[in-house]
C-alpha cells in the first residue's frame, strides 16, 4: 500500500521539476537528432536507444507532443517547432486512422496542445492555423467515434455502446476511455458527426456511453460480478457478443488474465475518468440533460475515478510505482512487496513506472475534484498520494540522468506476455527502459504540477476549446 506522504507540497518539488526539464530537453534532442523515422514511430527503448514495435501505430503522438510540453515549460521555441513541424508533417495519416482506438492519444497530445497554447496566447494567434488544428481535431474525433459496437447495459436495456479495440467490434479496452478526449473535443468545437443517410450522431453522447461502458464492465466494484469481484479491479479487456451485445467475459491483451489486473490499463482509467469530470463543468446543462443528466453521469464518473484510484493506492508498494500486473505468477516470491519500496531489479516480476506516471495525473486530478467540491479530507488524501508518487519518479532509480541514454523515464514495460520488452544480460527480467508514453506522460504530470507552481491556467484537455 502506498505510504502517503502527508506533508509534501508542490513547492517542494520545483528543485526536482527543474532538474527534471534540463534532462527532459536532453532526451527530445537526442530522440530529434538521431532516431531513424524511416523504422516507424518510437515505442520503447532497447539498450538505451529508441526503436520500434509494429502492433499500431499509437506512440508517435507522445513523440511530437512531448516537445510541445516542453515548448509550455520552458518558453525554448526549437521545441515548439519540433512539435508544430512534426505535427504539420506527419499527423495527417493519424487524424484519418479508422484502424485505431488512439486519437485522443495521438491528436489531443499534439493538434490540441497546440490548439490550447494558440488560446493561451503562448504561441502567436493566427487564425489559418487555428483552424487548421481545430479542423484536425474536429474528424480525429469523428473517426474515434466511428469504431462503434452498439450493446446492452448492465441494466438490459440497449442504448449502450463503446469505441471498439483494434482486437475488433467484440473488444472493449480499458485504455479507451482516455481517448474519449477526441470525441469531447469535437464536440464542443461544434463539429457535427455524420452516418448513413446524412444521420447525425451526437459525439458527446458517444464518448458518454463509452464511459458509461467502461464503467459498468471494464471497472469492478466489490458487487459480486465474478469471484475475484473486488474494489477497483480493471480487466484490460471486455469482451462481447456482437450479435446480441451481451457482455461475454473479461479478458486481458498485456495483463496477466482477465481477472487480475494489469496497472497501466488501471492506471488509464485513473486518468480517464477525473480528466472527463472536469469536463463536464465546460459542458452545458442542456447538451448533459438530453443524455441523462449532469448529476447520473457525474455519479458515474466519480464512482470509477474512486474506486480505480483507491485500488491503485491499496494494491501498490509503498513508493507509488505497481509492479506491471497485480495477479503476475510470481510476485508471492518477493515476499511482502506491498510494504515495501518497488524493486526493479528484482529476479521474478518487472515494475510498471509508466502505470506510475499516468496514474499519479489521476490522483492528482481526482484529488483536486473532491476538494473543489467539498469533500477536502478525501481530496487531500488522493491528492497527496499523487505527490508522493511523482516525488518517487522526479528521482532515482526512474529519472533517466545518463546522457546516452534516450529516454526519460526508466523501467517501463510494453508487453509481458509477449515478451516484447528488452531483458539486460544476467537477469532474468526486463528493467531499465523506456517507451514514449511513459516519457510523455511524465512529462505530463510535470507540467500539470508546474502550472500550478507557476500560478498558470490550469492544465486540462478542454482548455484547447475557447
Known amino acids: 500500500m502506498i505510504r502517503i506522504n502527508s ?4 513547492a517542494d518539488l520545483s528543485t526536482k521539476l527543474q532538474r527534471f526539464w534540463g534532462l527532459s530537453a536532453q532526451k527530445i534532442n537526442a530522440i530529434e537528432q538521431h532516431y531513424d523515422v524511416s523504422k516507424g514511430s518510437p515505442v520503447f527503448t532497447i539498450k538505451g536507444q529508441y526503436s520500434t514495435r509494429g502492433w499500431t501505430e499509437w506512440t508517435q503522438g507522445f513523440q511530437f507532443g512531448s516537445a510541445i510540453l516542453q515548448y509550455d515549460v520552458t518558453g525554448e521555441k526549437e521545441f515548439l517547432e519540433i512539435g508544430r513541424k512534426n505535427t504539420l508533417s506527419v499527423m495527417a495519416p ?12 495521438n491528436n489531443v497530445s499534439t493538434y490540441g496542445n497546440l490548439l490550447r497554447l494558440m488560446h493561451e496566447s503562448k504561441i502567436e494567434f493566427n487564425e489559418w492555423e487555428k483552424n487548421f488544428y481545430e479542423l484536425a481535431l474536429k474528424i480525429s474525433g469523428a473517426v474515434q467515434a466511428s469504431r462503434w459496437t452498439s450493446i446492452k447495459n448492465r ?32 464536440h464542443q468545437l461544434g463539429h457535427v458527426f455524420q452516418g ?10 458517444r464518448a458518454l456511453q463509452h464511459i458509461k461502458a467502461t464503467a459498468d464492465f471494464s471497472v469492478y466494484y466489490g458487487e459480486g460480478r465474478d469471484s475475484y ?25 498485456q495483463g496477466y488474465t482477465g481477472f487480475s489486473t494489469w496497472t497501466r490499463g488501471l492506471a488509464w482509467a485513473m486518468c480517464g475518468f477525473p480528466e472527463q469530470l472536469e469536463a463536464l463543468a465546460q459542458i452545458s446543462d442542456a447538451d448533459l440533460t438530453l443524455l441523462g443528466g449532469r448529476e447520473a453521469i457525474e455519479a458515474i464518473m466519480l464512482k470509477g475515478a474512486r474506486a480505480t484510484c483507491d485500488f491503485f493506492i491499496e494494491h501498490t508498494p509503498i513508493d507509488g510505482v505497481p509492479y506491471w500486473d497485480t495477479g503476475a ?27 506510475a506516471a499516468i496514474g499519479a495525473q489521476g490522483l492528482l486530478r481526482l484529488g483536486k475534484y473532491l476538494i473543489g467540491k467539498g469533500e477536502v479530507a478525501a481530496g487531500q488524501r488522493y491528492w497527496q498520494a499523487g505527490l508522493t508518487v511523482v516525488d518517487t519518479l522526479l528521482q532515482e532509480p526512474y529519472l533517466s540522468t ?26 532474468k527480467i526486463p528493467y531499465g527502459e523506456s517507451s514514449m508514453w511513459g516519457d510523455y506522460h511524465i512529462r505530463e504530470v510535470a507540467l500539470y504540477l508546474q502550472r500550478i507552481i507557476q500560478d498558470e491556467p490550469y492544465y486540462a484537455f478542454l482548455n484547447c476549446v475557447k
Open 155 to 186: 441494466d438490459g436495456s440497449s442504448n449502450g455502446g463503446f469505441i471498439h479495440s483494434f482486437n475488433g467490434p467484440h473488444s472493449l479496452f480499458v485504455d479507451t476511455i482516455r481517448s474519449c478526449r477526441a470525441l469531447v473535443v469535437s
Open 402 to 427: 545518463d546522457p546516452t541514454h534516450q529516454g526519460l523515464l526508466l523501467h517501463s514495460i510494453y508487453h509481458r506476455p509477449n515478451g516484447w520488452d528488452y531483458i539486460p544480460e544476467g537477469s
Open 94 to 105: 493519424h487524424v484519418s486512422h479508422i484502424g485505431v482506438h488512439d486519437h485522443g492519444f
Open 196 to 205: 448513413e443517410g446524412d444521420v447525425k450522431i451526437n459525439l458527446l453522447e
Open 7 to 10: 506533508t509534501i507540497t508542490t
Open 329 to 355: 505468477p510470481y510476485l508471492h516470491k518477493l515476499g511482502d512487496y506491498l510494504n515495501a519500496p518497488a524493486d526493479p531489479f528484482n529476479d521474478y516480476e518487472p515494475v510498471d513506472s509508466s502505470a
Open 229 to 253: 469481484d473486488i474494489w477497483g479491479r480493471t480487466a484490460h479487456e471486455s469482451v462481447f457478443n456482437v450479435k446480441d451485445g451481451n457482455f461475454r467475459c473479461p479478458n486481458s491483451q
